[in-house]
């Protein structure tokens, strides 16, 4: 079985507060777009988990959130018998597109087909949540408000078809550190999510593209000058806006043309600032699907 494991970008990101257990609370709109790994599933009789992934320095141990999430479920469903999984990644590591998180939701999706364990995606969602935050979302996909720590999911209207052009300086950024280093009472500008959600269900891509923001933004620019450059640079040509996903520090920016963004793909390529350079485009309707 052969799975493909897309990335998300946050065309919104909000944090509101922080809770006891140290999580923080979010309003976040969450796009997936047309980059992906691809997992190959195999089911095996040796009892177990084996793990291969393209890249050395990537764990292929418990320490995978793919292990993570095949391992949840065997062990919920006391499987016999075992599973081989080679992961192949295309998207850039520690970057804020949710690669781990989307392995791990292809990975939950994989096992209940393989061993027919029959849960609905909300059941998979509900697991989602113990192998980290942005997992549930991975198994929903499309255009989303994340609720909560990112699990309390609401699907919203499709965002309007354009074209996404990823910039990932060769720098890589902790989320855990990002939260922590992040000072509430200092978050001088808001996004205003509810308005976007409004621009989104009206099809106004432009009206969208203006009040996009993410709050982990400026202190991350303030220690990695080179995304503000990416940036600049992408919304000098022609991105509608350009901004940084997640915790980062990958930027991504929004194009209402295929030619414009390829053009500006070209120029960043030639600048070097960014390590990875990927010209795609938002996941459209009916593509909502793992197969490969
Ligand atoms: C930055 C985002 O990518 C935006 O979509 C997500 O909020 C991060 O989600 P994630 O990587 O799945 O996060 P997890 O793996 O669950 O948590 C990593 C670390 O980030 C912090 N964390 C994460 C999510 C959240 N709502 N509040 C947090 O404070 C916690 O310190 C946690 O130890
Ligand atoms: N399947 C996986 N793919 C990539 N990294 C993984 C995976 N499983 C565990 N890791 C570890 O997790 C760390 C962060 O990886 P990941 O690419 O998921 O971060 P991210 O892009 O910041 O995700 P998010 O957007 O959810 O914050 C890496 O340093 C890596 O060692």
């Keep these: 079985m052969r799975l493909r494991a897309l990335a998300k970008i946050n065309l919104g990101l909000d944090i509101l507060r922080k809770r006891e257990d140290g999580y923080h609370e979010v309003r976040m709109i969450m796009q997936t777009i047309q980059m992906y790994d691809v997992l190959e599933m195999k089911r095996v009789r040796k009892p177990g988990i084996s793990l291969s992934v393209n890249y050395s320095y990537i764990p292929n141990d418990e320490r995978n959130l793919v292990y993570k999430a095949a391992k949840l479920l065997m062990d919920e469903f006391q499987v016999k018998g075992g599973v081989d999984i080679h992961l192949e990644k295309f998207i850039p590591v520690a970057a804020g597109m949710a690669g781990g998180s989307s ?16 849960l609905s995606q909300k059941e998979l969602m509900d697991r989602a949540v113990n192998i980290g935050a942005d997992v549930p979302y991975c198994v929903m996909r499309g255009t989303a408000l994340a609720e909560g720590i990112g699990e309390k999911l609401t699907r919203i209207t499709q965002v309007p078809d354009c074209f996404v052009l990823i910039g990932k300086p060769g720098i890589n950024v902790s989320t855990k550190a990002a939260y922590e280093s992040l000072q509430l009472d200092k978050i001088s500008s808001h996004p205003d999510i509810d308005g976007m ?17 993410n709050v982990f933004e400026p202190g991350i620019i303030e220690k990695y000058p080179v995304i503000g450059e990416i940036k600049a ?10 901004m940084m996903s997640g915790s980062g520090p990958t930027v991504f920016g929004i194009f209402d043309d295929r030619e414009k963004m390829e053009a500006a793909a070209e120029v960043l390529r030639e600048s070097r600032l960014a390590k990875t350079v990927f010209a795609t485009e938002v996941m459209k309707a009916g593509g909502n699907t793992n197969d490969k």
């Design 103 to 118: 392995d791990a939701a292809a990975a939950l999706v994989g096992i209940n087909r393989i061993f027919k364990l029959g």
């Design 197 to 213: 959600i409004g621009d989104i269900e009206r099809g106004d891509l432009l009206a969208m593209t203006q009040k996009m923001g």
């Design 233 to 242: 640079l992408m919304e000098s040509h022609g991105a509608l806006k350009a």
